[in-house]
């Protein structure tokens, strides 16, 4: 089992930032890839971003990369998104996700840990 927590979400303008953090609790935080999603109103969830075991590897969605950055600390069971440069397209209600897998996957349904979500507006 393991436990994650969402925060630093909020109400920004166009072209700022926002960072989100995601807590983890449970069973060992290393074994697990880490992912970002988000899912804005009448749309499906949505792949955002995600990290391999150790923060070697990334792997971001066409539509946010070069503007967001996902980052993990193990020794603190964190796992970070930096977002820039957000645009009202980038509203959503976003989620931190684990997946007991080797390889960052990009479909929701391979991971098997969900936070509640944190809800991010950008306004124009």
């Known amino acids: 089992q393991v436990q994650l927590v969402e925060s630093g979400g909020g109400l920004v303008q166009a072209g700022g930032s926002l960072r989100l953090s995601c807590a983890a609790s449970g069973r060992t935080f290393s074994d697990y890839v880490m992912g970002w999603f988000r899912q804005a109103p009448g749309k499906e969830r949505e792949f955002v971003a995600g990290?391999?075991?150790?923060?070697?590897?990334?792997l971001y969605a066409d539509s946010v990369k070069g503007r967001f950055t996902i980052s993990r600390d193990n020794a603190k069971n964190t796992v970070l998104l930096q977002m820039n440069s957000l645009n009202p397209e980038d509203t959503a209600v976003y989620y931190c996700a684990s997946a007991p897998t080797i390889a960052v996957v990009t479909s929701p349904s391979t991971y098997n840990y969900w936070g509640q979500g944190t809800r991010v507006t950008v306004s124009s």
């Open positions: 990290i391999s075991h150790t923060g070697g590897h990334t």
